[in-house]
Structure formats: structure tokens, C-alpha cells
């Protein structure tokens, strides 16, 4: 089955919430994106040892934490040194001391202007992070940051764009990230300095809306992005080739 219902993309692990697969939703062309491909997630630093076995039996070979150092030292990546397992870190914050929000972008009105400080201040890591995801062009490959949604969620609408995604899944698919994370928000809101930060723990679809909005505006769309960026068009090709189905 090509398409996937948001229940199908949902991988059941016991102690890692939001992670989930990219597979199953339909391009503007009439193709899918393929499953078993691009896997989204929460930190995993209370997976057990079964929640690590699943990931691996579901295809995951790569995992790379878009995590600041503060947070890889507050809550420590199990994957770092597990066995057959090819593990990255890229900090999208490009902080060592970021507590999942950053201070400077704090003076954005909302999480939409976060993302596009993202887009446009971490363009030297997104390329960093999508070279990572050309070398392996089969592999099954999970990326992570604390909550799973914010640079976990940029990068997922990058990947779902640049194969030609419906903007509505898109938006969807970012949107699910608060409910699934009921159960480790306020865990995540102790690493945070006051109650105003709170907010960037929602996931509002107007959030990504703005995103999509300023990535069409300023580039068209996502491979343009990446051009910009410094990724080759064969290399982007061979991303859009590899993801879809």
C-alpha cells in the first residue's frame, strides 16, 4: 500500500513519542513518498533497549540529532555509540547553549519567524544536513531534535516539498507534533527559562503556513532552496528519486 493513514506512520515504541514515519503521502504528480525512508522523531534519550531494536528492524541505519550541546548533555542520545548505527549531529541552533529555544530567536512574534530564521540564518547546516542525507541514498535515516517538531518539523516540510507534497499534508503532517508529545511536554518545559518560551512547545499549523509562505516568496520552492544553499541538481534528483515511489 502506497498511501498511509496517520496511524500507519506512527512507529509504537514504549518510550519514544513522536516518532513517526514520512512515507504515505501523495506528490502533485500522482507518486507517494516512500516509507521506511525518512523516519521523524523526539529525543530518544529514554528509548529502551526494545524501542532501539524496533527502529533498527524498521529500517533505520542512520540517526542524526539536530540537537544544541546543552541539550545532548542534558539528555543524552543512546544511538551515539550503538552498534550498526551511522550517528550525525548538525545543531540547526547553531548554539552550544540553546535550552530547545535559542535567545536570539526570541524576539520573533511566533514560531513562524523562528523557522524562517532557521531557513535563512542555519544555511550552512541545513546543507550540512542535507549532505548527510545524499550519502545515503537507500538507507533508512532518523533525525531527531527534542520535541520532534520545530527543526525536526523544517526539516521534514523540506523533504515533503521537495518532492511535491501537497501543502495541506505538509502543514498536517508538522500539526500532529503537540498531541503526540502530551506526555514529555512538561518535561521539555523545565528546560526552559521562563513561561513566555512555552509557547514554541505548540505546533499551530499557521506556524508552518508562514514557513511554506516565505519559502515560496523568496526561493519557490524547496529544491530551489537547496540550490541556493549549495546542493548539486544531480544530487537533488537523486534525493527526490530515492524518496518517492
Excluded: W
Excluded at 504515505?24 to 504528480?29: A, D, P, S, V
Excluded at 548554539?95 to 513562524?112: C, N, R
Excluded at 531557513?119 to 532518523?142: A, R, S, T
Aim: net charge negative.
Amino acid at each position: 500500500m502506497l498511501y498511509m493513514t496517520r496511524e500507519e506512520r506512527q512507529i509504537q515504541l514504549e518510550k519514544m513519542v513522536n516518532t513517526r514515519d514520512l512515507g504515505g503521502y501523495e506528490t502533485q504528480g500522482g507518486m507517494y513518498s516512500r516509507a521506511h525512508k525518512y523516519i521523524r522523531a523526539a529525543a530518544p534519550t529514554y528509548a529502551t533497549s526494545k524501542d532501539i531494536q524496533t527502529l533498527k528492524d524498521y529500517g533505520v541505519k542512520v540517526v542524526i540529532d539536530l540537537r544544541s550541546d546543552f541539550e545532548k548533555e542534558c539528555q543524552p542520545n543512546p544511538f551515539q555509540n550503538e552498534k550498526d548505527i551511522d550517528y550525525y549531529e548538525v545543531n540547526l541552533f547553531d548554539s552550544t547553549k540553546a535550552a530547545i529555544v535559542p535567545e536570539e530567536v526570541k524576539t520573533y512574534k511566533d514560531l513562524g519567524g523562528v523557522y524562517i530564521y532557521m531557513l535563512e540564518g542555519m544555511k550552512h547546516k541545513f546543507k550540512e544536513l542535507f549532505d548527510i542525507f545524499v550519502k545515503y541514498p537507500y538507507e533508512g535515516v532518523m533525525f531527531h531534535c527534542s520535541a520532534g517538531k520545530d527543526r525536526t518539523g523544517v526539516t521534514a516540510a523540506l523533504l515533503l516539498d521537495l518532492i511535491g507534497c501537497h501543502e495541506y499534508d505538509i502543514v498536517k503532517d508538522y500539526s500532529e507534533s503537540y498531541e503526540n508529545n502530551i506526555d514529555i511536554n512538561a518535561s521539555l518545559a523545565q528546560m526552559m527559562d521562563n513561561e513566555e518560551a512555552k509557547q514554541y512547545l505548540r505546533s499551530s499549523p499557521r506556524y508552518m503556513m508562514e514557513l511554506l509562505d516565505y519559502l515560496r516568496e523568496h526561493y519557490g520552492s524547496s529544491k530551489e532552496y537547496l540550490l541556493e544553499i549549495g546542493l548539486k541538481n544531480e544530487e537533488i534528483e537523486q534525493l527526490i528519486e530515492n524518496f518517492t515511489i
